[in-house]
């Protein structure tokens, strides 16, 4: 693995995020205040955030679960093809960084820009990477199957 960025074990980013189901249950929401205002009983209201919140805990926990199946696939995949070093020191990370250039790999993975660009390539190769950019240089590169999954 490359290295972390922060103390281990924090969280960078909220995994948990209510405000999709909110936005898609926004009616409700908004008639659930309404009747807090009206009756000053918080019950209904607060059982109805509760079951937002385990609704997109599930969904979080199938996410998790789907992110860690597709890493260990795609580290089985590797090794099956003998792929080795930075390219799967790369992999291992894409779950946390899914758009990658040459240069953030070579900084998280303490390794030149050459050894970057050169396991880049190989994990292009094989469908795991794609190019983003369309550009020579200051290319993005992009694990869309993490992508897909983060964003269903």
Request: proline content about 5%.
């Given at each position: 693995?490359?290295?972390?960025?922060?103390?281990?074990?924090?969280?960078?980013?909220?995994?948990?995020?209510?405000?999709?189901?909110?936005?898609?249950?926004?009616?409700?929401?908004?008639?659930h205040?309404?009747?807090?205002?009206?009756?000053?009983?918080?019950?209904?209201?607060?059982?109805?955030l509760?079951?937002?919140?385990?609704?997109?805990?599930?969904?979080?926990i199938?996410?998790?679960?789907?992110?860690?199946?597709?890493?260990?696939?795609?580290?089985?995949?590797?090794?099956?093809?003998?792929?080795?070093?930075?390219?799967?020191?790369?992999?291992?990370?894409?779950?946390?960084?899914?758009?990658?250039?040459?240069?953030?790999?070579?900084?998280?993975?303490?390794?030149?820009?050459?050894?970057?660009?050169?396991?880049?390539?190989?994990?292009?190769?094989?469908?795991?990477?794609?190019?983003?950019?369309?550009?020579?240089?200051?290319?993005?590169?992009?694990?869309?199957?993490?992508?897909?999954?983060?964003?269903?």
């Open positions: 693995m490359c290295i972390a960025d922060g103390p281990e074990g924090e969280l960078r980013v909220p995994i948990l995020s209510l405000s999709p189901w909110l936005e898609a249950h926004r009616t409700e929401y908004q008639e205040l309404f009747n807090v205002s009206v009756t000053g009983d918080f019950n209904p209201w607060i059982e109805f509760c079951h937002g919140v385990l609704v997109q805990a599930r969904r979080g199938e996410k998790i679960d789907a992110l860690h199946d597709w890493r260990q696939a795609t580290l089985a995949r590797l090794r099956e093809e003998r792929i080795k070093g930075v390219a799967v020191q790369i992999a291992e990370d894409l779950i946390g960084y899914p758009m990658i250039t040459p240069t953030l790999a070579a900084k998280r993975c303490r390794v030149t820009y050459p050894a970057a660009n050169t396991a880049i390539r190989v994990l292009t190769e094989h469908a795991i990477l794609e190019e983003r950019s369309g550009r020579r240089h200051g290319r993005v590169f992009a694990a869309n199957e993490v992508i897909r999954i983060i964003n269903n």
